[in-house]
């Protein structure tokens, strides 16, 4: 039996931002959005890289996780005027590369809530790089695409402000 505090988290109380800023200039201001109309689908998948070794003196294997590959299963449908679609899409249109397909991944947790700081939530922050990997235009219906956020390098921990939205590390 459930504990009476007890609650579920739902998949709207996790909240996901991206920086849309396309220039990728060193001086450029960062353009984070909420993803929150048109994305359909955001899978976090954390893909550990494992290591398994048999010694000679075990019956069994000794099993050790050595890292991760961090990817996140995406879909969307195609809305213009969509800051955050309109980015993704373009990436797969345009076929970009190297870091004009790379973006800050913002994951907030509006389920857990900072103390004294309104609006401010636990989050983690990744690079990852867009691999829109399909486009699929249905008759009579809405076009969609489809593909993964790529993890590169590994998550920072800190706080997100959802009303300045402002990703600050942890010391």
Avoid: C, H
Wanted: hydrophobic share 30%; proline share 3%; net charge negative.
């Amino acid at each position: 039996m459930a504990e009476a505090n007890e609650i579920e988290v739902m998949s709207y109380d996790e909240a996901y931002y991206l920086d849309v800023e396309e220039t990728k200039a060193s001086d450029a201001t960062a353009d984070i959005q909420l993803m929150n109309v048109g994305v359909t689908k955001m899978e976090e998948s954390s893909n550990p890289t494992e290591k398994s070794t048999q010694y000679i003196g075990d019956k069994s294997k000794t099993n050790k996780v050595t890292g991760y590959d961090n990817q996140f299963a995406i879909e969307s449908d195609l809305i213009k005027n969509n800051k955050v679609v309109e980015y993704l899409y373009k990436i797969f249109r345009d076929r970009k590369t190297g870091i004009y397909a790379q973006q800050n991944f913002f994951i907030v947790e509006l389920w857990n809530p900072v103390a004294q700081q309104e609006k401010t939530y636990k989050a983690r922050k990744i690079l990852t790089t867009a691999v829109i990997s399909g486009k699929t235009p249905t008759p009579g219906e809405t076009i969609t695409f489809n593909g993964d956020l790529k993890g590169v390098g590994d998550f920072v921990d800190g706080t997100f402000n959802t009303s300045t939205k402002t990703f600050t590390p942890n010391e």
